[in-house]
């Protein structure tokens, strides 16, 4: 895969902070890349860094092949989206669209077939004339993507442009970000702590914490196989379940309870055996008519039940483990119900109590 | 529909009573007074004020004085380079300090503390800074530079611009904290949003920022105008109006008059003059700022 972004060795500091350290990235050519992880982790200042809005203390950012560590933001090809819309608010939209163009001395031409083009892909004609106090929140989010547009810049930062907006309208400029993507088929970085954004735009994710990558990989395989604890317990809602245990012998056993993990992909392909902590995602715990595919069943205890609409969530525990599951929406179920749950070796994860890695 | 909504006159009772006394002081005091001060602008009051009327009269002695011309000239140079130059020096200062430096507690409250004192105590120490024989010609003089003059206090022609090195000393921090505020009341991301376009950073300034500031400014602006319009202690404690008459203000002449050469009429009509000016500033001001519709901002 060409890499449209490459980021060597990258260390960035603030004073004696160290907010990224020694990180690698390559982001292919056309790539959707999300930035995911909790507050504070060094999302927006990794993007910031490849922006050049940062001064790196460490390391090297190429993007297109140009070394442009230390290169202006304005010459690197990259249009940035923010949070707060960062619009120009006593421009119209049209000025805010058209003023770093004009500032670069392009020809007016040339600016307003670009301004027209970028106006007709967001549907934002008729407000060109507006200043952006007089847009909804949606509005002033398009005319900021409109303004990284007629840059026609070969990379498109975004820093948790939608986490302003209200959840409706979340999603559909969710689907149109997505779509545009598609359209314009230019790399994309895009920093959120949204998971569901995350899952549906991404073609990989990167889970980062404290400044470091945890994961890289599609949303598929983050989903599946999350290579360790942290990434296991951030991907999900509700959470995974987890079960601190033992294996033995091609079994998983904790107090009351005993997988056998046939059919379980082991890290490096060899079977374990000692401590261990399984993890099970509620919608992997088989129940009702999905039983048939479980390996091995057991009772629960239900404690809670939520119901959700399109699905139900019940609290439960199987011998001192409290767990809970995912049911289909109709399912009945009260508190203090007994219910026959099964487990799916295959789609079970498994972690090293000690380095959090996975199995 | 709106028949059963409640009197809005009873709203709010409490907050309305207890606002009485100072609706009446400053109906009473304020407008009372300053329609009192008008009224006897008209009249031939000396000593006392006397009801006895003489039209324009007043008014137009006023405008035949040599002193009230001079003063208002000298309002009018101080006003237009102190305007001018506060606005330039507190906006360069602030956007200096807004760049996130070292010791900007201490330097912000050193180039505030001016403010903080007396017009009265400015003067004196600019007085002493101007006088040739212990100021800053002495000083420079002590170096070497056998010739150097500089003495504007002594020198009538440019004696004004000594009181204006003075105003500007005391006013340029008021000035640079209001416009610190107002910079750092703008969303970084802006400035990011204009490094990624591509605008040098003394455009966004001018394009972007500025305009993002206007209420800031228009505040500032009516804060360092009144300020001027009424400089008065300054003038007295600094250069007692001279040399001769060249350093004289309006708000010099209205006391004078008042209080010294016992012409109550002058003084009135002075300074119904003075309130004409501020009122001419002042009410376009409030009407843009708080009057009609908000505009899009
Ligand atoms: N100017 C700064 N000076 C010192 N520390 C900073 C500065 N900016 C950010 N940090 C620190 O760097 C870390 C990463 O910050 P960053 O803004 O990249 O987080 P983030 O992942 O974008 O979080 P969020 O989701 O809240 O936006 C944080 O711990 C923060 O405290
Ligand atoms: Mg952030």
Known sequence: MESSISIRDLDLRFGSVEVLQGLNLDIGVGEFLV????????????????AGLLDVSDGQIHIGGKNVTWAEPSERGIGMVFQSYALYPQMTVEGNLSFGLKNAKMSKAEISQRVARAAEILQIEPLLKRKPAALSGGQRQRVAIGRALVR???????????????????ADLRVEIKKLHSRLGNTMVYVTHDQVEAMTLADRIAIMKGGQIMQLASPNEIYNRPKNLYVAEFIGSPSMNFIHG????????????????????????????????????????????????????????????????SDTIIYASVGSHPIHIRMDGQATVKPGDEVEIGFQPARANLFDPSTENRL | ????????????????????PMIVTALFVFVGGTAWTIVYSFTKSGLLPRMKWVGLDQYERLWGTKRWLIAIENLAIYGLCMLVLVFVIGFILAALIDQKIRFENTIRTVILYPYAMSFVVTGLVWQWILNPEFGIQNIVRGIGWESFTFDPLYTPEIAIFGVLI????????????????????????VWKAARIDGIPA?????????????????????????????????????????????????????????????????????????LVTVALIVIPWAILEFGGKRSND
């Open chain 1, 152 to 170: 026609d810049a070969e990379v498109f930062l975004f820093d948790e442009p939608l986490s302003n907006l209200d959840a409706k309208l979340r």
């Open chain 2, 166 to 189: 003075a105003g500007l000393w005391q006013g340029s921090g008021l000035v640079m904290v209001l416009m610190l505020a107002g910079l750092r009341g703008i969303d970084h991301e």
């Open chain 2, 202 to 274: 003394w455009k966004t300034y001018i394009f972007i920022v500025i305009p993002m500031m206007r209420p800031v400014f228009i505040t500032t602006l009516v804060l360092v105008v009144t300020g001027i319009v009424k400089v008065f202690d300054l003038i007295v404690a600094q250069t007692g109006g001279g040399p001769g008459i060249a350093t004289e203000v309006p708000a010099k002449y209205v006391y004078d008059m008042m209080f010294r050469n016992n012409n109550l009429g002058q003084g009135f009509a002075a300074s119904t003059m003075m």
């Open chain 1, 35 to 50: 930035l995911l992880g909790s507050s504070g982790c060094g999302k927006s200042t990794l993007l910031n860094c490849i």
């Open chain 1, 246 to 309: 033992e294996l033995k012998g091609g079994d998983f056993v904790a107090d009351g309870l005993s997988i056998p993990m046939t059919g379980y992909e082991f890290a490096d392909s060899s079977e374990k055996e000692g401590k261990a902590i399984i993890g099970l995602r509620p919608e992997h715990i088989a129940t009702g008519d999905n039983l048939a595919s479980a390996v091995s069943r057991t009772k629960a205890k239900v404690s809670l039940v939520e119901p959700m609409g």
């Open chain 2, 1 to 20: 529909m709106s028949a059963d909504r409640p009197n809005q006159l009873f709203r709010n009772m409490n907050a309305k009573v207890a606002a009485i």
